[in-house]
């Protein structure tokens, strides 16, 4: 049953998603806002497609890997960004977590799609 | 801190948007589906919701409760008609468990907000 | 036929979620972003519910009135803030319209369901 | 001006969305739902990508190529599905030529960004 199958990386999508959501937010509170408008602009991008990826994933979409393949390399852009801040930020620090274990969710289970 | 107060009520949303997204699916494999239209409806409605209300909150929204409220009420709605199914269909038992638990969730959270 | 009767709120509401992104990326880029935070914050909520509305009535949603009346407050409470800015920031008078415009529709459908 | 370059596609973006929503729900009314069933899926695919990328767009994403080139392959699948209806359902029909039109305008966009 794909629910059971599909649920490890749902959760990595979803939780990938909030950390966005919630980074986006805590750099508009950072003292030099300037420095992270392309962290902000990515947290946007990533949160809107990995949200979109779970919801394609729950509903056992054909399309899967298309909505994986664009995930993943959004997930990277993201994180890759946010590692940037990682070591003064908690907020980008776990971001760019989030969005490591995501994109490699994403490629793993893209993988196994024809 | 704001992620981790609001941490089981996003798990709640976001389980309940999943459940709701394979819901409709499954609900369109069964035999008579036409029996299914209402629950297939509501299914879409809810997702939708529940997705956009964990954004919000997860952004640290300063319209978390018109989110919520609206959340509630379509999450009761939608658990409502998915219980109508619930001794036959596995899909709809879990759904109207998911949306019982989100309104339960987005209305003491509501009420927590002047 | 509701595609017909919904178009014009329908594009109401499309346009001021595209107005309200492209506010958000417009205020990052304004020199004192710090004064912005608030309408970011903003139009990141009036887009989510704006762009879930579109999609409610596009599907002919029970729960119409629902979305309407939230998006309808938080349209109100966007073009409030964008206001402010309207004298000098051409995005954020053209924001304000839009959610102005887009509130107005919402509360008018409201009102015509029961 | 990024609004006014992209404002042709966005608007081919979401009617694809509210087109897809609305030719979901009309398909659920039609008598052999069974026969609607792979549609419906594509349908549900086709919206969220459609609102996605148009988000995307609207916020001047330094994504847009990839939200683009995902949108121009679920796009062309729905369209395709869609094609096989349309000579007996006029919400098919639209939604194929939505389709179809969204396909073109993302593809050439997708061709200019390098």
């Given at each position: 049953?794909?629910?059971?199958?599909?649920?490890?990386?749902?959760?990595a999508l979803?939780?990938?998603?909030?950390?966005?959501?919630?980074?986006?937010t805590a750099c508009l509170q950072e003292e030099d806002v300037k420095m992270m408008v392309?962290?902000?602009?990515l947290d946007r991008d990533c949160s809107a497609?990995?949200?979109t990826t779970?919801?394609?994933?729950?509903?056992?979409?054909d399309n899967a890997k298309v909505?994986?393949?664009?995930?993943?390399?959004?997930?990277a852009a993201c994180g890759e960004e946010c590692e940037k801040h990682a070591a003064h930020m908690d907020h980008c620090r776990a971001c760019?977590?989030?969005c490591r274990r995501c994109e490699e969710a994403c490629r793993?289970?893209?993988?196994?799609?024809?």
């Open positions: 049953m794909h629910n059971s199958q599909y649920k490890p990386i749902i959760e979803v939780a990938c998603a909030a950390e966005c959501e919630h980074c986006a392309r962290c902000i602009q497609i990995c949200r779970a919801d394609a994933l729950a509903r056992d979409s909505f994986l393949e664009a995930c993943a390399t959004i997930c760019a977590e989030a793993s289970l893209a993988g196994l799609i024809y």
